[in-house]
C-alpha cells in the first residue's frame, strides 16, 4: 500500500518534467534531425538525402560563416573573461560592506534592458551621426564624421556587453567562497603575482570560470540580433543564416541541416570545454 | 592581491580607474538610450534641441506619434504581456514540481534526468525556436495536407511563443527554486506529519511559505526573460508580433525617439519589478 502510494505520487511528479522535456525539447530536436536529411524531389515527394550538408561544405559561404561564428564567439568569451575577472576579483574579495552589494547590483544594469534596447543603445552611441563621432568632432580630433559601426570590433563590443553579466555573476560566487588564508599561503611559500594566480586563484575558481564561459559562449554563439545591427555587410553571423531559410526562404530542409550543425558545434565545444577544465555539467550548471 | 597582501599605490590607481572605466562602459549604452528619449528632435542624435515629451504623448496631430497614441507599438505590448503572463504561470508550476522531484524524491534514472532538465541551458535560442517550428507546424502542415485537420493551435503565433519560451525558462525557474528547496529542514514537515496534518495541508502550510520568496523570484525573472526575449520568439511569431520582434521591425525601417521613449520604458518597468522583488525577499 504505502508503495504503491509513493509510486503514484513519483508518477504524478514525473509526468509534468516528462511532457516538457519529451515534447518541446527531445521530439522537436529530433523531428529537426529528420527534416535535415530530407530531399524534396517535387512538392509532394519526399527522399532521404544528405544534399543539405553537401550544399553546407560546397558552399564555402556557409561554412566560412560556421568558422567565423565558432571562432569570434571563441573570442568574446574569451574577451568577455578577460574583462570581467577583475571586476569579479574586486567586488568579491577588495570591496567590503555597503559597496560591495552595490557595485555588484551596478553588473546587473545591463540585464534592466533587452538585447534589443542594448544594441539600440550602442548604435547610437557609435553609427556616423552618433554621440562618439560628434564628441571626437568636437574635440577638434577628426574634421568630418566617423563610422564607427557595421564592422566586426563594433559586433564584439555589443557581444561582449551582453555576457559580461553572465561572465561576473558566477565569477563572483566562487571567488566569494574563496580561502584568503590559500593566497596568503601562496605569498609566504615564495610565489609572485603570476604564480599565485596561476596556481591557486584560477584552479578554485574553474567552476565558475567553466560556468561563466559556458553562458556567455551559448548566448554569443546563438546571438542575432548584435551581428545583424551592428555588423557589415561582411561580418555574416551563422543565426542569421538559418533565419533566412526559415523565414526568407520556406526552404525548411536546409534551414534544419544548418540548425543541426549550430546545435553540434556548441555541444562539441562545450563538451570539450567541460572535459580540457575536467568539471562536470551538473557541478557547472545546477 | 587579497586586502593583506601590500600594493602599491599606482597599482591601486589603476585599478580604480579601470573599475571606473568598466561601470561606464556598462552605463553609457543604456544612459544615452533614455536621455535621447527626450530630445525635441526627429532623430536621436545630437544635437540637443531641448526637452519634449513627445515621444510619449504626441497624438499625430504635428506630424509625431507618441508612444501612447501609437497603436501598434501598444498592441505589441499587450502581446508581450499576454505571452509573459503564461510563461510566467508554465514556467513557475513547472519548477515548483521538477524543484520537489529533483530534491525530496528518490528513485532510479535521477541523475540522467537532472542532466535533461538543464539541457535547454546549452541549446541556443534559436534552436530551440527552429525545432519546435519544424515539429508543431511541421505537423500542422501534414495534418492538413493529409486529412484536411486544421490545427491553427500550431501554426506560428502566440501559442507556440509560450511553447518556445517555457522550454528554457522552465529550466531556470526550477533551478531557482530548488536551490531554495534545498536548504529547506524536512524536519518541519515531519512536525506538521506528526502534529495531525495530512502531506497536502503539511505541504501549504509549511513547504509552500519557505519556497514563497523564490516562486516570487522565479516569477519576476520568468517574466522578464519572457518579454526581453528575441531569438526564440521571432522564429515562432504570427501576425501577433510581441514587441522585441515590433521594434526590431521598426529598427530596420530607421530609429526615431518613439524607440527610445519604449525603451526607457522597459527598463522602468524591469527595475521597478526587480526592486519589488528584492524588497519582498531581504524582509
Request: hydrophobic share 55%; with cysteine; proline share 4%.
Amino acid at each position: 500500500m504505502r508503495s504503491s502510494v509513493s509510486r503514484l505520487s513519483l508518477w504524478l511528479l514525473l509526468t509534468p518534467f516528462l511532457l516538457w522535456i519529451v515534447l518541446l525539447v527531445l521530439l522537436p530536436h529530433l523531428q529537426m534531425l529528420r527534416v535535415s536529411f530530407q530531399v524534396r524531389e517535387s512538392w509532394d515527394t519526399i527522399a532521404w538525402g544528405i544534399e543539405q550538408y553537401q550544399n553546407f561544405f560546397t558552399e564555402s559561404y556557409y561554412w566560412r560563416t560556421f568558422v567565423r561564428t565558432g571562432v569570434m564567439s571563441l573570442f568574446t568569451t574569451f574577451l568577455t573573461l578577460i574583462i570581467a575577472f577583475p571586476i569579479a576579483w574586486y567586488i568579491a574579495r577588495l570591496a567590503r560592506g555597503r559597496s560591495k552589494g552595490i557595485l555588484f547590483l551596478a553588473c546587473l544594469i545591463p540585464f534592466w534592458a533587452s538585447e534589443l534596447v542594448r544594441t539600440y543603445g550602442w548604435m547610437i552611441l557609435l553609427r556616423e551621426s552618433g554621440l562618439f563621432s560628434s564628441w571626437i568632432q568636437a574635440l577638434g580630433w577628426v574634421d568630418g564624421p566617423v563610422e564607427m559601426l557595421y564592422n566586426d570590433v563594433a559586433v564584439i563590443i555589443g557581444l561582449v556587453y551582453n555576457g559580461l553579466l553572465f561572465m561576473v555573476v558566477p565569477l563572483v560566487t566562487t571567488l566569494d567562497g574563496m580561502d584568503e588564508n590559500l593566497v596568503e599561503a601562496g605569498y609566504d611559500l615564495g610565489g609572485g603575482h603570476g604564480t599565485v594566480l596561476r596556481e591557486i586563484v584560477v584552479p578554485w575558481a574553474m567552476p565558475g570560470i567553466v560556468s561563466g564561459c559556458i553562458v556567455v559562449f551559448m548566448l554569443t554563439l546563438g546571438s542575432y540580433l548584435t551581428p545583424v545591427l551592428m555588423g557589415g555587410k561582411d561580418s555574416a553571423w551563422f543565426t542569421e543564416q538559418i533565419f533566412t531559410q526559415f523565414i526568407t526562404r520556406f526552404n525548411w530542409e536546409q534551414g534544419a541541416a544548418l540548425g543541426v550543425l549550430l546545435l553540434v558545434l556548441s555541444s562539441v565545444i562545450v563538451w570539450l570545454g567541460l572535459k580540457i577544465s575536467g568539471q562536470s555539467l551538473r557541478k557547472v550548471m545546477g | 592581491m587579497i586586502r593583506s597582501v601590500p600594493r602599491s599605490r599606482l597599482f591601486d590607481c589603476l585599478y580604480l580607474a579601470y573599475l571606473m572605466a568598466f561601470f561606464v562602459y556598462l552605463a553609457l549604452p543604456l544612459l544615452v538610450t533614455a536621455v535621447f528619449a527626450f530630445n525635441d528632435a526627429p532623430f536621436p542624435s545630437l544635437p540637443w534641441k531641448g526637452f519634449t515629451l513627445d515621444w510619449y504623448f504626441a497624438d499625430g496631430s504635428e506630424g509625431r506619434t507618441g508612444l501612447f497614441h501609437d497603436d501598434g507599438l501598444l498592441t505589441a505590448l499587450w502581446v508581450s504581456a499576454n505571452i509573459a503572463f503564461w510563461v510566467t504561470l508554465v514556467s513557475v508550476a513547472l519548477g515548483c514540481v521538477n524543484a520537489v522531484l529533483f530534491e525530496r524524491v528518490q528513485f532510479r534514472g535521477k541523475e540522467f534526468l537532472y542532466l535533461l532538465m538543464l539541457l535547454p541551458l546549452v541549446i541556443p535560442g534559436v534552436i530551440l525556436g527552429v525545432s519546435i517550428l519544424v515539429f508543431y507546424s511541421g505537423m500542422a502542415n501534414d495534418m492538413s495536407a493529409a486529412w484536411g485537420i486544421e490545427l491553427d493551435l500550431f501554426r506560428p503565433g502566440m501559442t507556440l511563443v509560450v511553447m518556445g519560451q517555457v522550454t528554457f525558462i522552465a529550466t531556470l525557474s526550477t533551478l531557482v527554486i530548488a536551490a531554495r528547496l534545498r536548504k529547506f529542514d524536512p524536519q518541519l514537515e515531519e512536525a506538521a506529519l506528526n502534529l495531525g496534518a495530512t502531506p497536502l495541508v503539511a505541504w501549504f502550510t509549511v513547504t509552500l511559505p519557505w519556497l514563497l520568496p523564490s516562486i516570487f523570484g522565479a516569477a519576476a525573472m520568468a517574466f522578464l526573460m519572457s518579454f526581453e526575449n528575441f531569438n526564440t520568439t521571432v522564429m515562432l511569431t504570427g501576425s501577433d508580433t510581441p514587441l522585441t520582434v515590433a521594434l526590431f521591425n521598426r529598427l530596420r525601417e530607421g530609429s526615431t525617439p518613439v524607440l527610445n521613449a519604449v525603451a526607457l520604458l522597459l527598463m522602468v518597468g524591469s527595475a521597478l519589478l526587480a526592486l519589488l522583488v528584492m524588497g519582498r525577499s531581504s524582509r
